[in-house]
């Protein structure tokens, strides 16, 4: 028996707005999940912290596949 490795989805996901928000706390910007709130990343730069929040997903809401779990 064969099972797909990768699950088909319909559509790529691409939203217009960044999956993550952007707060300015005491002069260093902080990018957190919008859910939940988990932070992402943090830097004085705001542009640095866009791409860390751009880079980085939440794993509560949008957990990665790299580490596969339960796979033998
Ligand atoms: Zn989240």
Do not use: K, N
């Amino acid at each position: 028996m064969q099972h797909r490795s990768y699950p088909t989805r319909p559509g790529t996901p691409a939203p217009a707005v960044p999956p993550f928000a952007l707060h300015l706390l005491h002069g260093v910007w902080v990018a957190s999940c919008p859910d939940c709130g988990h932070e992402l990343g943090r830097s004085r730069d705001q542009e640095a912290a866009e791409r860390a929040g751009e880079r980085r997903r939440c794993p509560i809401c949008q957990p990665t596949h790299q580490h596969a779990q339960g796979v033998a």
